[in-house]
């Protein structure tokens, strides 16, 4: 039995993303199959796709893609299970992430102890699929790395994009006073996600104002610790989702400037079962309605090429979800 996917066997444009098909997979021990009805593309498949920053072909293949169906995270349906799975049952919906990829394909195996959970009640496919790549990367940098606390300030950077509203919401949750920094056509919607203030960055410059915030999170790589950092607190922490090198000679190098931290992670390399924590807490937060998944399109697998050339343009609302069957 064959099943249709998506590969990618070389470095380049959107176009090297090609329709395949290939055998189902069997599921072997400590494995569940699941019939993908939803995965994602993000900034990090577009990595991925291009080998960009060449850094990272280190891990994923110096010429070519060594995992050429790429997509880290699902929801759907197990309908398989390997030997000794114990904690899955045929039939349960089921929502995650895994480093193994391979979620751009109608079928996946995914190890049960893995990054995966149930979905939680009236939460539907759609809406679960984004949540193991970015609401899991917010929680690392906002509880992970920072150690957020009710009642602290929070500046969020790019609040409008697939992390930042994850990260809008999410701070909020856990008590804290949130500024979100967006364009213009974003304010109100953003504002609804719960944010106390939002800066229009075309009319404001947030650096100028006069609050200070124990927390700044860039999550798109588009301003500098520079910027920020004379309205960062004494003590806090500047977060950031890109990594570049002076912010990796700030973190070296930190101690020897002051108080102020800058912190970055690679929320991926994480162990399953650290990531798997996060992903619990999230899951509470959205069975309890205070996170949910900004959907800017869901397209058809078909169409996957496309979506990368769109996420590229750097307009992308919330989270773009891929309908895989």
């Given amino acids: 039995m064959n099943m249709k996917a998506v590969s990618c066997t070389k470095y380049g444009a959107p176009d090297v993303l090609q329709r395949v098909e290939l055998p189902v997979p069997t599921p072997k021990s400590g494995e569940v199959l699941v019939r993908i009805l939803n995965t994602t593309v993000t900034a990090a498949d577009l990595m991925m796709r291009t080998g960009l920053p060449v850094i990272g072909r280190l891990y994923l293949g110096i010429r070519r ?35 193994e990829l391979g979620c751009y394909a109608e079928y996946a195996c995914i190890k049960a102890d893995d990054v995966i959970l149930e ?20 929680w690392n940098f906002l509880k992970g790395q920072a150690n957020l606390q009710a009642g602290q300030k929070v500046l969020i950077y790019g609040a409008s994009g697939g992390l930042g509203t994850y990260a809008v919401q999410i701070a909020k949750a856990l008590g804290a006073e949130v500024t979100a920094v967006c364009s213009t056509a974003n304010v109100a919607w953003v504002k609804a996600l719960g944010a106390d203030f939002v800066v229009d960055y075309t009319r404001e410059n947030f650096a100028n104002r006069e609050a200070q915030y124990d927390l700044i999170f860039d999550t798109v790589g588009k301003c500098t610790y520079g910027q920020c950092k004379t309205i960062l607190c004494k003590n806090g922490v500047y977060l950031a989702a890109v990594l570049t090198l002076p912010l990796l000679l ?35 937060l959205m069975a309890d309605g205070k996170v949910h998944s900004v959907i800017d399109r869901t397209v058809p697998l078909a169409e996957i090429a496309n979506a990368h050339a769109y996420i590229a343009q750097g307009r992308k609302k919330g989270n773009l979800v891929v309908s895989v069957q």
């Fill in 250 to 284: 700030r973190m070296l190098f930190g101690g020897l400037l002051g108080s102020k931290k800058v912190k970055v992670s690679a929320t991926g390399m994480l162990k399953p079962n650290i990531r798997l924590g996060y992903f619990k807490e999230i899951a509470k």
């Fill in 119 to 138: 979905i939680p009640e009236g939460i539907s496919y759609e809406q679960a699929a984004p949540v193991a790549a970015s609401a899991i990367t917010v």
């Fill in 65 to 99: 893609p060594n995992k050429p169906v790429f997509g880290f995270d699902f929801a759907g349906e197990v309908i398989g299970l390997g030997p000794d799975v114990t904690a899955f049952k045929v039939g349960q919906r089921v929502f995650g992430g895994t480093t």
